[in-house]
């Protein structure tokens, strides 16, 4: 059975490419998408991306990961600095869980230097844009096994 790993995006995510490109550049969703299936394939892992604006989406998509997923690959972003409710749920998924982030968060404004998920985080990308999800698939693939 091909394994799953879920790559939940966080609030205003779907502007990506569009929104602020001089921190996050020019690649869209679709791209980081299209990626992190080719890694995917290589490492005999199937990928689903989503993205949410609304919390409570993001929480019940992470109890479906619970019964789907081997792992979480999330870029919670603007409630990477906010929510418990994203933390807690994280806290009963069983696999790996690789927070992400495209800029170099601890770079920028104070609010953004604190996360939640990185409590239950096992690995933390930041700064690399989009290729942070790639090594993140990749790394993904290394705990799987
Ligand atoms: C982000 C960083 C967050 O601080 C911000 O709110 C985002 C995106 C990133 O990918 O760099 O929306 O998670």
Redesign the pocket.
């Given at each position: 059975m091909t394994r799953m790993i879920h790559i939940l995006n966080?609030?205003?995510?779907n502007l990506l490419g569009k929104r602020q490109p001089e921190i996050?550049g020019h690649d869209t969703l679709d791209d980081v998408a299209t990626q992190c299936a080719e890694i995917g394939r290589e490492a005999g892992l199937e990928t689903l991306l989503r993205q949410s604006n609304w919390e409570g989406q993001i929480v019940d998509w992470i109890h479906e990961a619970r019964e789907q997923a081997a792992g979480i690959i999330i870029?919670?972003?603007?409630l990477?600095?906010t929510s418990v409710a994203v933390l807690d749920a994280l806290n009963t998924f069983e696999g790996p869980v690789i927070e992400?982030?495209?800029?170099q968060?601890h770079k920028r404004e104070a609010f953004?230097h604190h996360s939640y998920v990185s409590l239950r985080a096992d690995a933390v990308m930041a700064g690399f844009g989009i290729h942070g999800y790639s090594l993140a698939m990749r790394h993904m693939a290394k705990l799987l096994g």
């Open positions: 966080g609030p205003n995510l996050y870029n919670p972003a603007a990477t600095h992400v982030h495209i800029s968060v953004r």
